[in-house]
């Protein structure tokens, strides 16, 4: 069956919005690129839209004026901290939204969306792009329908370098918050907040439902003079009685592309997101599943036929509740963030200068395979921290007041800015 393309509005021109305008550019069937915004207007980005003819807008406000009418859909990639006051505008305009991932930093701002979604009538998909995948959902189904028996734990695994010029990107990189709002930058709500999405979302007891967190013990460290955190070890145990531990790191000494073991009552599983599946059976049978397509594509598939038949997104903001409420629960326990001592840090100096943690990647695979938080496996930096109970009233609001001074506030300019 044939669809008419969907006509998508795009907040910024540059950064991960470029990304997705080159990915959408490949797909004409499913969508086109009718508009944008963009704060810098002599940018690489906004060049090209504006050489393949699609009007670009300074401000959010006016690119819906001129969309009154010709939108299917705006697409969200801003910073964080933009994502609440930005999609409830869009959704005010009469315009459902692909939001990129995190929804948002604090469980308030995501029941103020899901509460802006619901007066609208209209929907908001969550960017976890690996849990639109073909790999991820047909995965998700087998679990729920039992093929593997029941679920006992997941344990995540990741260590990316970053260069010190990462934190100088823009006015919101390891920020907690910015001005008066959000951001928890860090790698359990940017970079790596995927593999924790992920398994929440395995865990879930339908096929498009994250498991909501019982309790979380996180422990949030910093390498880098940054507010937030840069490497993290964390526990949560589901509602459903699933243990969920994951492990990340931005300044590892060598990369590990992150993967994921899934531990049931009859297999373990192996998910490298983009990559694979292998699942090994007790009784010894094995399967492996490569990928054959990037996520990202699986996901603007999914999303642009979803919203053109009227179904539900495989994640959307009802979906990802638990996951906003694991990364304030997460903060909670671990506040505040703890300095990595000097001790343990070498500074690379070279032609990308960064901060790396010695040892780093021995401790994290070290913890990954004994299943425990880096403080229980002998790291001798690592504090231990108390588990925080999930409730509703569970949230970084109880962090106001309780800031060290280096996080004051700054002032930012109009969030129209793509994310980075």
């Known amino acids: 069956m044939l669809l008419k393309p969907l006509q998508l509005g795009f907040i910024g021109c540059d950064g991960y919005a470029f990304q997705m305008f080159k990915r959408i550019s490949t797909v004409p069937r499913l969508a086109k690129v009718v508009a944008a915004t963009s704060v810098q207007p002599d940018s690489e980005g906004t060049r090209i839209f504006r050489e393949q003819n699609i009007p670009i807008f300074p401000t959010v406000v006016e690119m819906?004026?001129?969309?009154d009418g010709k939108f299917d859909a705006v697409v969200n990639p801003t910073p964080i901290h933009c994502h609440e006051p930005i999609t409830i505008q869009c959704l005010e305009a009469g315009v459902p939204v692909f939001l990129e991932k995190p929804p948002v930093a604090s469980l308030e701002e995501h029941r103020n969306l899901l509460?802006?979604?619901e007066i609208a009538g209209l929907p908001v998909a969550v960017c976890f792009n690996t849990i639109y995948s073909i790999l991820s959902q047909r995965l998700k189904g087998e679990i729920v329908g039992g093929r593997y028996g029941a679920l006992r734990r997941i344990r995540n695994v990741g260590a990316w370098i970053r260069p010190r010029a990462y934190y100088r990107r823009n006015d919101w990189a390891g920020r907690l918050m910015v001005g008066d709002r959000w951001v928890l930058d860090g790698t359990i709500n940017n970079p790596f907040a995927h593999y924790i999405a992920n398994a929440l979302y395995f865990a879930g007891p339908s096929q498009h439902s994250m498991a909501m967190p019982l309790t979380v013990e996180a422990e949030l460290y910093h390498a880098n003079p940054i507010e937030s955190e840069d490497t993290s070890s964390t526990r949560?145990?589901?509602?459903?009685?699933?243990?969920i531990l994951s492990h990340f790191t931005l300044c590892a000494e060598e990369i590990v592309e992150p993967f994921t073991i899934i531990e049931c009552d009859e297999a373990v599983i192996t998910f490298v997101p983009s990559v694979k599946v292998e699942i090994e059976f007790r009784n010894g049978r094995r399967e492996v599943r490569e990928c054959y397509r990037e996520d990202r594509m699986d996901m603007l598939e999914e999303l642009c036929v979803a919203l053109r038949l009227g179904e539900r997104f495989p994640c959307d903001l009802q979906t990802c509740l638990p996951f906003t409420a694991t990364v304030n629960a997460a903060f909670l326990s671990a506040w505040p963030t703890r300095p990595v001592p000097d001790h343990a840090l070498r500074q690379e100096n070279g032609n990308t200068p960064r901060?790396?943690?010695?040892g780093i990647n021995r401790d994290l695979l070290r913890a990954h395979k004994q299943g425990g938080l880096l403080s229980e496996v002998g790291v001798d930096w690592a504090r231990t921290t108390k588990p925080v109970k999930v409730t509703e009233t569970t949230s970084v609001r109880?962090?106001?007041g309780r800031f060290p001074e280096r996080s004051a506030p700054r002032q930012i300019r109009e969030c129209v800015s793509p994310a980075g």
């Not at 949560?236 to 699933?242: C, E, L, M, P």
């Not at 901060?355 to 010695?358: N, R």
Request: glycine letters at 14%; hydrophobic letters at 50%; aromatic letters at 4%.
């Open 355 to 358: 901060t790396e943690i010695a």
């Open 398 to 400: 109880q962090l106001i």
């Open 236 to 243: 949560i145990i589901t509602a459903g009685g699933v243990e």
């Open 115 to 117: 509460r802006a979604s």
């Open 64 to 67: 819906l004026e001129f969309g």
